[in-house]
């Protein structure tokens, strides 16, 4: 997964084609951490699907809640640069997950 | 699945923990299944002052690190899932998780815990994870320089208040009561009355959260004055207690009260053999990590019991190479010790032909229960574990023989 930071966001994230998942997270965050491991999991599996990417909101707040996010873990999903779902943190569930994915794969 | 564990914990919080250990000293084989990192609620609180021992530059995630590493010394796994049903009538129960895995044991002990309850205030829902939150340890440093809300005024709430307070600008908490009542331990009041980024809006509850994609505002509102205040602020934190995550336990034949707590005896025993409670989804009075850990303790050793009955059970009852007498007897019931007494001597007749077993129906309430035995004496005819007979109450030498 490719770590993000205020540096490559825009370039890795919002000039990208197709789909990229974000997971937003911190290692302070145990729920985070206890779902890194099915996160991992999801991209690896789904690897040159989409663009799977991981953002430490620890040292990139600001990058965090221009993205509107300001809880997590959250995961979003961004198609062509856009916007297309976000995963709040009690709705995350792998399942559901990989459903929103191959439905934005179309 | 051919494995069958002899204790399946459900949930790794700190009651589920405990239970792995006391479990895998008995040297039982003993697994947790936890869907995401072990420690439950008090993995996410970072303030905990109260675990006894634990009381010097220690954090909730450290105390439950060490829980769980304790835990998997003695031999206990602990396996990710997320559980979904259970089947927990039989001798063997079955549980199952998300990923459709399923997993078997004759002893399972239910520690889902519990999880912050949400008030369904407009905009709560929303809003979550764009400035409302339910976990300080989560989302603390989104905070930074910022002005949050706190709702509630227990332990949880104003401990975590106070470490809100380490990030943020200004920490206002909405307490319901009037001005200088805390639901906190006194500790922790007198604490947070000196810490100068508190305030505190005393006869208050909230009424809305607005804010267009990330909270703006709030609305208080006065319940003595019914007068409704306008706040900005960037977040707002719910510790308004909790609510247990026993949802995959309805319909399933466990005993739970009207919200949904498991009901237990003092030995943890929920109304199903074999089946044990520990923990935060117990209806108890207290919900803190040490009793949680006595829950989980207990549950382990009542747990560890039953398996200890039902193998003597097999081996001296099921397993016998010869027909046997089955007595169910009570010592403070005169008459069971005479029937005791005609059966010894109808059995030391036969010359090995027939064997006596004696069990002690207060000791063993379950295997009793398991064969309906409702008058004392009872005697019950078992040849290659199946029962071919059984006679109630008072009955003579001859009545036994003519069983068996």
Known sequence: ???????????????????????????KCEPCMGLLPDVEAFAEKNAGRAKF???DTAGNKRLAIAQKVMGIPTFVFYKNGEKAFVFNKDEIEMGAVQAKLDELLG | MSEVY??????????????????????????????????GQAASTMEMENYPGFFNESSGPGIMKEFAAHAEKFGTSIIKGTVVDVDLEGPIKTVKTSDGQEYKAHCVILSPG????????????????KGVSYCATCDADFFEELD???????????????YLTKFAESVTIIVIHDEGVLDCNKASAEKAFKNKKLNWVWNSVLDEIIGDEIVELVKVKNIKTG??????????????GTVPKTEFLKGKGVEMTEQGYVVVNEMMETNLPGVYGAGDSNAKYLRQVVTAAADGAIAAVAAEKYLAELETFREQVLESPVPVLLAFWAPQIEKS???ITVLESVVEKTGGKVALAKLDTYRNKKTSANYKVETIPTVIL???????????????????????
């Open chain 1, 1 to 27: 997964m490719i770590d993000l930071t205020k540096e490559n966001f825009d370039a890795e994230v919002l000039e990208s084609e197709g789909v990229v998942f974000v997971d937003f997270w911190s290692p």
């Open chain 1, 53 to 55: 990417c991981k953002l």
């Open chain 2, 6 to 39: 002899e204790i399946l914990v459900v949930g790794g919080g700190p009651g589920g923990l405990t239970a792995g250990i006391y479990g895998s000293r008995a040297r039982l084989k003993t697994a947790i299944l936890e869907k995401g990192r072990p420690g």
């Open chain 2, 114 to 129: 519990a999880e912050p309850r949400s008030l369904n205030i407009k905009g709560e829902g929303k809003l979550r994870g």
């Open chain 2, 148 to 162: 949050v809300v706190v709702v509630g005024n227990g332990d949880a709430a104003i401990e975590e208040a106070m």
């Open chain 2, 227 to 240: 007068e409704v205040t306008d706040m900005e602020t960037n977040g707002v934190f719910f510790f308004v």
């Open chain 2, 337 to 339: 010790m005479a029937a």
């Open chain 2, 382 to 404: 078992f040849d290659k574990g199946e029962v071919k007979g059984r006679l109630e109450g008072d009955f003579t030498a001859a009545d036994v023989e003519k069983l068996i």
